[in-house]
């Protein structure tokens, strides 16, 4: 009775959710086409259709186990690549996959994507609220695999948002990512093959393979082998929709793996060491979980069973469907306990939500569970009072729920915010919106716990950024020391001439490079469009932390009237061309200030151009490295803007002329002796190795 009350908006459900599946589905038939049809434009056909062969019979070909897949990070492509685990399936029996990119190899994003759910013969064989099998086909995987520039241009079409790694307003453009395709109708934690009968006369039936639990853990297991604590930056864990619950089920497992990598006798978590954080997104207002799904007896049993602290699962707790009224009730709040105990188990754990407050897919699940809409549906039989759910209300209490919980939670590194954003839409992490979305954000104010707060009109990337990442990185800080001094400072290289590990530059190959990557010789773009040469690098330090100095701005093409959007983070005292003058310091820099970018240009006979940019964000963030390459021309475009190679301590001619015996070193075809300077330069007293090479500046140009 529920199910048929509330069938208009699973229609309007149905519609919009129906048309992403499918047209995700169709899009790899067309990027096969296409591919096929273009000769696979900007690549050697030969090459790509060997690849793309291999790639499918891999795919389509016997599954793979934990041993069989890749040892570390380094060992897979920087191409979205995907992978069929021994054990696992999707709903229809058919085969499940995961996809992993690799990017910075210390900075880890782990998405366990959505897809509904089922509960019974209506939602599971009849209505199909869910997603029985793998969201991408497998031809469309193997053309992203290899590349394709159509094929990975329709992907990420379809997946943005936080997952685009090109976007520098993401903050996540950098991070390697695990990419779970959900498909088993069960918040990626059951753990049954259930067969569901239509109990209305006919007697008709389907089986669904509720194996979510098995999927994700393969997951898990595979990131607890070859993730490493000591080498880990930050950690994050997301999921939309479905995936929302299961990834925060499947951190704690994760979590609880690389707990057996600390010491043993160790006090701390591994939250209280590497920056660590969940994201539920569009998971706010409705939880459902069933028994049918076989969770109280593996999955959810064996996680939590692990801390007194986790809520139990128990079939008395995880009672009948509707309309049995305790069912949305206790399920829900089940749920709730479980994000405030795996932060409290977790300390220096970023948790946070996100909603939007009139999501009509979440509106649909909380209709068909309520209590009162199957109250509704028995006396009336239409879905007036079901069309009234104020799920606002849902979203509301949820939100205060949490903030409750952690003002009376007895551990101070209790970290929970939530966004709440005007719209009927449903998730945003892997969609566009996630750049034009602003909305109301509730916190606990301090890694203090305690009191709350409310913002609005905030941004969903600064919430990213600077609730959901930076703050446990702050909270973890601060638990390593309570008191700092005033005047302390980041360890060596914050007040010199630095980038974080994380900045790119352009070879002249065309490929772009991180600072870490980097390497003496290596031709990089400089602001005109040219090439030069890295002769010194003044500091090359993968694990130190530093505070720098992020600008964030835009810039418009001439030739399209588009927006080149760029990030840029520097050591406050690194200086960059402002305003068209004379280099001036970072930390300098204000708002409105115009920068120099290179951008792209059909135009260009170097493919780039120089434009302005204004800036339109100044912050500060504590980013891992500090690297400082030099160039032959004293200039770099990092990050895409105009830098010089020097810092305010000296002026930059004066300090060009003095780095003139590694300039005479490396134009001899010394490189051993160019790098061997470098490095003795790197390590003493910047002022005394200037000085010492100053007898020998008249040798060099730029």
Request: proline letters at 5%; hydrophobic letters at 40%; aromatic letters at 8%.
């Amino acid at each position: 009775e529920a199910l048929s009350c509330a069938k208009e908006s699973e229609v309007k459900m149905r519609d919009g959710g129906g048309r992403e599946r499918g047209g995700r589905r169709a899009a790899a038939v067309v990027m096969l086409l296409a591919v096929m049809g273009a000769a696979a434009r900007g690549q050697d056909p030969d090459d790509f259709a060997q690849c793309y062969a291999e790639e499918l019979a891999r795919l389509s070909g016997e599954a793979v186990t934990l041993e069989q897949m890749p040892g570390s990070l380094e060992e897979f492509s920087r191409n979205m690549t995907f992978y069929k685990p021994a054990g696992t399936m999707c709903a229809d029996g058919s085969p499940f996959y995961f996809g992993a990119r690799r990017g910075d190899p210390h900075k880890i994003a782990v998405y366990y994507s959505g897809g509904g759910a089922c509960v019974d013969y209506a939602t599971c064989c009849s209505l199909r609220t869910y997603q029985s099998e793998s969201p991408i086909a497998v031809d469309g995987m193997a053309a992203i695999s290899c590349g394709n520039s159509q094929a990975v241009s329709a992907f990420s079409d379809a997946i943005g948002g936080l997952f685009d790694v090109e976007d520098p307003r993401n903050p996540l453009n950098n991070y390697t990512i695990i990419f779970g395709l959900y498909c088993t109708g069960d918040l990626w934690i059951g753990a049954n093959a259930a067969t569901y009968v239509d109990t209305m006369g006919n007697n008709e039936s389907c089986t669904v393979q509720h194996s979510g639990a098995a999927n994700g853990v393969f997951i898990d297991d595979w990131l607890g082998n070859i993730l490493k604590v000591e080498d880990l930056e930050s950690l994050v864990f997301l999921g939309d929709s479905a995936g929302a619950y299961g990834s925060l089920f499947h951190s704690a497992n994760v979590l609880d793996q690389l707990q057996t990598q600390l010491p043993s006798g160790s006090t701390k978590r591994v939250s209280e060491v590497v920056p660590t954080a969940w994201l539920g997104d569009a998971g706010l207002g409705v939880a459902v979980i069933v028994p049918v799904w076989g969770t109280q007896d593996t999955f959810l049993s064996e996680v939590l069973s692990n801390h007194p602290e986790y809520p139990r699962y128990t079939e008395e707790d995880l009672i009948k469907p509707p309309p049995d009224s305790r069912f949305f009730s206790n399920t829900h709040k089940i749920y709730r306990d479980t994000v405030a105990a795996v932060s409290k188990v977790n300390p220096c754990m970023s948790a946070a939500e996100f909603s939007a407050r009139q999501d009509q897919t979440q509106r649909y699940f909380a209709a068909i569970t309520e209590p009162v809409c199957a109250e509704c549906c028995s006396s009336q039989g239409r879905p007036a009072r079901c069309g009234a759910i104020d799920f606002p209300r849902f979203v509301n209490s949820s939100v205060l729920y949490r903030l409750e919980e952690a003002d009376a939670n007895d551990n101070p590194a209790f970290l929970y915010s939530a966004m709440i954003a005007e719209g009927d839409y449903h998730t945003i992490i892997r969609l566009n919106r996630s750049y034009t979305t602003s909305g109301q954000v509730y916190s606990t104010s301090t890694a203090d716990g305690g009191a709350t707060e409310a913002e609005n009109d905030v941004e969903f990337t600064t919430w990213v950024d600077e609730w959901v990442l930076n703050r446990a990185k702050e909270c973890i800080a601060q638990a390593s020391d309570p008191t700092p001094s005033p005047t302390a400072t980041p360890e060596s290289g914050s007040d010199g001439v630095c980038f974080p590990a994380s900045a790119t530059v352009e070879l002249r190959d065309g490929r772009f490079a991180r600072m870490d990557e980097l390497m003496i010789g290596d031709q990089v773009r400089v602001a005109d469009g040219s090439f030069s040469a890295v002769y010194f690098s003044g500091h090359a330090m993968r694990g130190t932390a530093v505070e720098y100095v992020v600008l964030r701005g835009a810039a418009n093409q001439k030739e399209s009237s588009e927006l080149t959007e760029f990030q840029l983070a520097l050591s406050p005292r690194h200086q960059l061309y402002v305003n068209g003058r004379e280099p001036r310091a970072a930390r300098d820099v204000r708002v409105g200030d115009i920068l120099e970018v290179v951008v792209p240009s059909r135009a260009a006979t170097s493919g780039v151009m120089q434009q302005q940019a204004q800036v339109v964000r100044v912050s500060r963030s504590t980013m891992r490295g500090a690297y400082n390459p030099h160039s032959l021309s004293g200039e770099l475009a990092v990050d895409g803007v105009r830098v010089s190679s020097y810092t305010e301590l000296c002026p930059a001619r004066v300090a060009h002329a003095l780095l003139a015996p590694l300039r005479v070193a490396f134009h001899l075809g010394w490189p051993r002796l160019a790098i061997s300077l470098s490095q003795r330069m790197a390590n003493s007293a910047p002022r005394r190795a200037l000085a010492a090479s100053a007898a020998l500046a008249f040798f060099s140009k730029p």
